[in-house]
């Protein structure tokens, strides 16, 4: 097969207009507030003494939790 460009291959980038992040930056740190509470949350209830299945789902809750109350965190 002979390419019409003279043999070499050429790259098209497929780069969209809008390169924006993945995430907000709002979203970011509502994601990162949820990870660290369910986190302390957890260690806290396995610090109590409350076996592993109970303390993953008292860690679970609270960053279920603090994702639906992501309206505290003010956006600028």
Known sequence: MSNPSGGQSEIQSESSSDDGPLISQHAAIVFLFAVVLGLV???L?????K???EAVMTGLAAAG?????HRLIARS
């Open 41 to 43: 949350f957890g260690g």
């Open 45 to 49: 209830a396995r610090a109590a003494g």
């Open 51 to 53: 076996p592993w299945p």
């Open 65 to 69: 939790v603090t994702v639906v109350a």
